[in-house]
């Protein structure tokens, strides 16, 4: 799509709802072709309340159709018997003065007409009944009866309550009824008795009777009468029954009826439907009455309508909203899902209230309207009479990529550096269910939604909105008799997940499998969902809090709740959020000074490295796994012994595989080796940034610690887990974040320098990143949950990066590996060999415990 050119929207219906809409949409600038199934627009003989929330939502965008002179502004609203006798006089007018915003009743004809006048030149064609859409990456294709088609970026469906566009989305759908009949009428008519503005509700037994000023020397009335289904949906009666129906009523009821013609009575239906929670999909949305059909009784039908128009032109006129349309529908949905979702449900439950046709229902009913305080019945007018106002623009993303964010893409460039996170799933899955879930959960996350661009040498490479590109969801299924079933997971981390880059040219920067193991009962089915993520857009913390959240998302939804789709805000880079004194000239200070203390360390301590098995050039690395972890007695054993000997698990790990490593490089006299250990800095920025906020912040340091051969594990586990709370607490991972700055590379031609340094003299080939304990939980919704964990893809960045993550009582201990620097069975044995060290030493650390019991 285009950028220069403005959007193209169709709108199906040419109601209240359609041309306020597209008024609203040609007001931001949109283009609109409006499409109206019937041949003429007929002017109901029905009257309407513009109320003061529809008023104000339409200034909002410069719009005043100048109401108050085509119809009447309300000045009283009064409650009455069927006899006329005073119920309540409601506090309606003051609520208004109070809103600075009138309501205005008026004919159904004269609003039509104010708003054709103010939209003026827009096409509106008639005779043209939609019966289909598809979309494609160009748009939306609508087809028509009579052969004609259109297409444009979007489709608005205004088309009432039996809606095509609606149909086509959800199917055949059944309507709910009222229980009634409701009868309409337009007359002009002296009342002497009735002061200008007034609107009176008469109430009777099973029947209700509606009076209102609409201005011009007319009065619009309306009558509901409980009878079955049957009849309630095609009257067939006369006016003359009608007439009956109100025999006793208030003189003015019965004026009224007798006063109108009986060709211009109309009698319709009321119906309502079960409230829709998802209007759209693609580049198509719902509006008004097709979207959220509710009964008349609050009178806020086409308030809703134009608060709808008004709401969906707000969202796409936002900066960004075109690089995304079915984001921003969908976010225009979300911001009216709750406003309307009320007030049908307020709607059609003042309608059984207001209905009630015995003795005791309707001395309840007057009851509550006689004795409510007039305080509260002000407080529910004024609800109602509030326009909720336009939310924040949709949060997106729309920067340069950081240094440190820049040097991760150059990596995944070179080849993939790609973080994988890993979770098993008991139970019966719907996969649509899944998908929906995966959708919501993009929408909730600026960074999910974002490619990278760049110029062709890959300079000031940006992040830039995606337009309607949804996250990849792959299924594979594997049937549960086949004896790989079990390990399936591991094979596409292996071959798929670890060996192919996520695709930033066109985004997003993140992919989802699910593995089903499929059982002759599908709740006893297996699930391994893997969410692949680069990592330049989320770190190990950030993938397992996106899986979590899309399991939470998934599991609302088997519940039959809408989960909100409400973004998060779009953050800065990491190096824009760092304390004050690592940025700026005291940052380049500390970072100075932590480099020269590194320097001195490592010419002083001369640390060993891990060595290569052969050379592998740089773009020809792919990262390989290996999967080994502890049991739940293991895991505790572990926890026992590191508490004894003032060791963290992390430092033990690190320690067990600094351990495998030395012994297999033969190493006979005491030496020091580098492990790296990335650090978590969120809760350390400013503003903090929470755990379930996407983006990447972790920095590694290497702690060089002493291997003496021989010598037990826990001094060394010690060391580490000391060094790094030392470190931590002078605030060198934060003063590490701005090395990619000074020395990181601005272009992949320029990288190669930094990546050969960090090859061949770099402290990091050896890595292990310890995410601790996970907070998912065992049970999520209807499944049980197994298996949580994280395997690392490494690029150019080391030779062997291991991860670790304890769920479930698990620890789930992974060894990643890039293939040839590190052949298949070396790789292995180096895992074999880290598990076996460190159960060794948790072993006699338990041994040499005091006994117990």
């Not at 911001?335 to 007030?343: E, G, L, V």
């Not at 010419?603 to 990262?623: D, N």
């Amino acid at each position: 799509m285009s950028s220069n050119r403005p959007l193209k929207a169709i709108v199906v219906g040419a109601g209240i709802g359609g041309l306020t809409c597209a008024l609203a949409l040609r007001k931001v600038g949109i283009d609109v072709t409006v499409y109206e199934r019937a041949t003429e627009l007929r002017t109901a003989g029905s009257g309407l309340s513009v109320m003061s929330n529809a008023v104000t939502a339409l200034a909002t965008l410069d719009i005043d159709l100048g109401l108050d002179k085509r119809g009447q502004v309300v000045e009283s609203f009064t409650i009455m018997d069927h006899r006329g006798r005073q119920i309540r006089d409601l506090p309606f007018k003051e609520v208004c003065r109070q809103l600075g915003a009138p309501s205005v009743c008026l004919s159904r004809a004269d609003l039509q007409e104010a708003l054709l006048d103010a939209v003026a030149d827009c096409p509106i064609h008639l005779g043209a009944t939609a019966t289909d859409f598809d979309t494609d990456a160009t748009g939306v294709h609508v087809r028509f009866e009579d052969g004609r088609s259109a297409h444009g970026d979007l489709l608005i469906g205004a088309d009432g309550f039996h809606s095509a566009v609606r149909s086509r989305l959800v199917g055949p759908e059944d309507s709910a009824d009222s229980g009634y009949v409701c009868w309409l009428g337009i007359v002009p008519i002296r009342l002497p008795g009735i002061a200008p503005g007034s609107v009176r509700h008469y109430w009777g037994s099973g029947q209700r009777f509606g009076l209102v000023d609409i201005g011009h020397g007319r009065f619009y009335w309306w009558g509901t009468k409980n009878m079955p289904a049957a009849r309630s949906h095609a009257w067939d009666g006369t006016k003359d029954e009608i007439a009956r129906a109100y025999a006793g009523w208030a003189d003015e009821v019965r004026a009224v009826i007798d006063a109108t013609p009986p060709a211009d009575i109309l009698a319709v239906p009321s119906r309502d439907r079960a409230f829709l929670e998802r209007w759209g999909e693609g580049p198509v949305t719902l509006l008004g009455d097709a979207a959220h059909p509710m009964l008349t009784t609050l009178g806020q039908g086409s308030a809703m309508a134009i608060e709808d128009a008004v709401v969906l032109a707000h969202t796409l006129a936002e900066p960004g909203a075109r690089d995304d349309l079915p984001l921003a529908l969908r976010t225009y949905e979300d911001r009216r899902r709750d406003r309307t979702r009320a007030m049908v449900a307020a709607s059609r439950s003042m309608s059984d209230l207001e209905q009630a046709d015995t003795p005791e229902r309707i001395q309840a009913r007057d009851d509550h309207f006689r004795l409510t305080p007039r305080q509260e019945l002000a407080r529910q007018n004024a609800q109602a009479l509030t326009f909720p106002g336009v939310p924040e623009p949709q949060p997106r993303i729309r920067r340069n990529l950081s240094p440190l964010e820049r040097w991760y893409w150059i990596a995944d460039r070179t080849t993939p550096l790609n973080g994988v996170i890993r979770t098993r799933l008991h139970g019966r899955l719907d996969m649509s269910l899944l998908r929906q879930a995966l959708d919501v959960l993009q929408s909730r996350h600026p960074l999910l939604r974002t490619a990278i661009s760049s110029d062709e040498n890959g300079a000031a490479p940006r992040f830039r909105p995606v337009g309607g590109r949804p996250i990849p969801l792959r299924h594979i299924r594997v049937p549960a008799t086949d004896p790989e079933a079990d390990t399936r997971w591991e094979h596409e981390v292996d071959e798929h997940e670890l060996a192919e880059g996520v695709d930033w040219h066109a985004g997003p920067l993140l992919r989802a499998v699910v593995i089903t193991q499929e059982s002759a009962q599908r709740e006893q089915d297996v699930h391994d969902l893997l969410l692949t993520a680069t990592h330049c857009i989320a770190d190990g913390k950030t993938g397992l809090s996106l899986l979590r959240q899309w399991i939470d998302i998934a599991a609302e939804l088997t519940r039959g709740e809408q989960p909100s789709r409400t973004s998060r805000r779009a953050l800065p880079a990491a190096e824009d959020l760092l304390p004050d004194e690592h940025r700026g000239e005291a940052g380049a200070a500390g970072l100075t000074a932590l480099l020269a203390r590194d320097e001195e360390e490592a010419a002083r301590l001369r640390p060993r490295r891990l060595l290569p098995s052969s050379p592998v050039p740089f773009h020809q690395r792919r990262t390989r796994m290996v999967h080994r972890s502890l049991a739940a007695g293991e895991v505790e054993l572990l926890v026992g012994a590191c508490t004894r000997h003032g060791a963290t698990v992390h430092g033990a790990l690190a320690a067990a595989m600094v351990t495998a490593v030395a012994q297999e490089a033969g190493t006979s006299d005491p030496a020091h080796f580098a492990i790296g250990s990335p650090l978590d800095f969120r809760a350390e920025l400013d503003p903090a940034v929470s755990s379930d906020e996407a983006g990447t912040y972790a920095a590694t340091l290497p702690s060089r610690v002493l291997y003496q051969p021989g010598a037990p594990l826990w001094p060394m586990a010690r060391a580490i887990s000391q060094d790094l709370a030392h470190r931590r607490a002078r605030g060198e991972h934060l003063s590490l974040v701005n090395l990619l700055d000074r020395a990181g590379p601005t272009t992949p031609a320029d990288a190669g320098t930094f990546m050969r340094h960090l090859d061949e003299q770099g402290p990091l080939n050896l890595c292990l990143s310890n995410l601790g304990r996970s907070d998912v939980p065992d049970r999520i919704g209807p499944w049980r949950l197994s298996g949580t964990q994280l395997v690392a893809g490494i690029s150019v960045t080391g030779a062997v990066v291991a991860t670790a993550l304890t769920s479930h009582g698990h620890l789930a201990w992974n060894f990643s590996y890039v293939e040839g620097i590190v052949p298949a069975p070396r790789a292995r044995h180096l895992a074999d060999a880290s598990v076996r060290t460190l159960l060794t030493a948790v072993s006699a650390a338990s041994d040499a415990s005091p006994a117990t019991g």
